[in-house]
């Protein structure tokens, strides 16, 4: 089990900080071996993560020094496979084309999509990154559920499309809340 949370600023307005920073630490119920954070600024994605609860990552100085962006994804990690010593394996996963994921849920046939090839790290979400990301035609969340097999909930953005947010959900939790006030999305593995 892990953690996934964000949201997207339709409007100028942004999410009060400290209580982003509260939902963060308290989204560390799903996961404290790691957490981070990824969002688009410019042409470039941005990701910090680290092995640290996310109620210690909230008090970092990169943390307290940052200004919320428009659109941001969240992640807590609970350790299924591989190290969190090794940062391959915290999320937000990403690529070199700029596509970043926060995923939680279980992916049952991630060494089927890789075969051989190389991965950068030893967790089951890569592969929902690789299929999301793979150069193939046709529809890229449709891909995702034709071809990967388990549960999850998945957060992505990507710096080629920097106004977009996608969620997709199969069988693991994802609530959304729309503040009309702020013009504000967020989105959160758990309603508490």
Request: charged share 25%; glycine share 6%.
């Given at each position: 089990?892990?953690?996934?949370?964000?949201?997207?600023?339709f409007?100028?307005?942004?999410?009060?900080?400290?209580?982003?920073?509260?939902?963060?630490?308290?989204?560390?119920?799903?996961?404290?071996?790691?957490?981070?954070?990824?969002?688009?600024?410019?042409?470039?994605?941005?990701?910090?993560?680290?092995?640290?609860?996310?109620?210690?990552?909230?008090?970092?100085?990169?943390w307290?020094?940052?200004e919320?962006?428009k659109?941001m994804?969240?992640?807590?990690?609970?350790?299924?496979?591989?190290?969190?010593q090794?940062p391959?394996?915290?999320?937000?996963?990403y690529n070199?084309?700029?596509?970043?994921i926060?995923?939680?849920?279980?992916?049952?046939?991630d060494?089927?999509?890789?075969?051989?090839?190389q991965?950068?790290?030893?967790?089951d979400?890569?592969?929902?990154?690789?299929?999301f990301?793979?150069?193939?035609?046709?529809d890229?969340?449709?891909?995702?559920?034709?071809?990967?097999?388990?549960?999850?909930?998945?957060a992505?953005?990507?710096?080629?499309?920097?106004?977009?947010?996608?969620?997709?959900k199969?069988?693991?939790?994802i609530?959304?809340?729309?503040?009309?006030?702020?013009?504000?999305?967020?989105?959160?593995?758990?309603?508490?």
């Amino acid at each position: 089990m892990c953690g996934i949370m964000g949201f997207y600023c339709f409007g100028h307005q942004k999410p009060d900080k400290s209580k982003i920073s509260v939902m963060f630490a308290l989204l560390e119920s799903r996961g404290r071996d790691a957490s981070g954070y990824a969002f688009i600024k410019g042409n470039n994605l941005i990701v910090d993560k680290a092995p640290i609860h996310s109620s210690a990552f909230v008090k970092s100085k990169e943390w307290q020094d940052l200004e919320l962006p428009k659109i941001m994804i969240m992640h807590t990690r609970m350790k299924t496979q591989g190290s969190e010593q090794n940062p391959s394996n915290n999320h937000p996963l990403y690529n070199k084309e700029g596509v970043a994921i926060v995923h939680n849920g279980i992916i049952h046939n991630d060494h089927e999509i890789f075969g051989k090839n190389q991965r950068d790290g030893e967790v089951d979400s890569e592969a929902v990154l690789a299929v999301f990301s793979s150069k193939t035609k046709g529809d890229k969340i449709k891909r995702v559920f034709d071809r990967v097999d388990g549960s999850f909930a998945v957060a992505i953005i990507n710096k080629a499309e920097p106004d977009n947010l996608i969620l997709i959900k199969k069988d693991n939790p994802i609530d959304i809340y729309y503040n009309t006030d702020q013009d504000i999305l967020y989105f959160c593995s758990e309603r508490e």
